[in-house]
Antibody, heavy 124, light 110 residues
């Protein structure tokens, strides 16, 4: 059974940093790309970042580019999101999602499994 | 403002058929396949339809997807109370080089 378990969320002040983690199990981790998707309170889904199977290629939404860094450790079956210079508008539930393929971009693919999310609240 | 446009709400009575639309353009739906996600209240999104019209194992055949030109649709037949949820369409956008989601449609079963 595929499982994705996020952690690391919490209350953080504007301008500070936070690191989210996602522990994966139930599939061959280094065969697939992964993503972070967030959902602000009462709002819709927003793709944040994606990373290829080997970590060699990454992509970011314009809203987080230059502030967030996605990474993965295939030896630990873990995905990470380093969030720097956080803003109040980054407040959201952050989901880890598994891609159906090995690249993070391009059509004919989909996010087939999602974690339960970790809540990030940015406030002073 | 979402790149993909969905109606904010939809409703139907038990047993009815409901459709939810998703409008895009030539850089997203026009050239890439569409996926649909169901988010039940208080839970994480779940893949409902992939590559326009395919159902993952375990999804009832009451749910179906279609695509035409720069728009896509999700149809739910034999509506049940447990179908009350938010539904999101999503696809890859070749211009933005981003994954894009619709704003979501809240389905109410009356």
């Amino acid at each position: 059974e595929v499982q994705l378990v996020e952690s690391g969320g919490g209350l953080v002040q504007p301008g500070r940093s936070l690191r989210l983690s996602c522990a994966a199990s139930g599939f061959t981790f280094d065969d697939y790309s992964l993503h972070w998707v967030r959902q602000a309170p009462g709002k819709g889904l927003e793709w944040v970042s994606g990373i290829s199977w080997n970590g060699g290629d990454t992509g970011y939404a314009d809203s987080v580019k230059g502030r967030f860094t996605i990474s993965r450790d295939n030896a630990k079956n873990s995905l990470y999101l380093q969030m720097n210079s956080v803003r109040t508008e980054d407040t959201a539930l952050y989901y880890c999602a598994k891609d159906s393929g090995s690249a993070w971009y391009g059509g004919r693919r989909y996010f087939d499994y999602w974690g339960q999310g970790t809540l990030v609240t940015v406030a002073s | 403002q979402s790149v993909l446009t969905q109606p904010p709400s939809a409703s139907g009575t038990p047993g009815q058929r409901v459709t939810i639309s998703c409008f895009g353009d030539s850089s997203n739906i026009g050239i890439n396949t569409v996926n649909w996600y169901q988010q039940l209240p208080g839970t994480a999104p779940k893949l409902l339809i992939y590559t326009d019209d395919r159902r993952p194992s375990g999804v009832p055949d009451r749910f179906s997807g279609s695509e035409s030109g720069t728009s896509a649709s999700l149809a739910i037949s034999g509506l049940r109370s447990e179908d009350e949820a938010d539904y999101y369409c999503a696809t890859w956008d070749d211009n933005l080089k981003n994954w894009v989601f619709g704003g979501g449609t809240r389905l109410t079963v009356l």
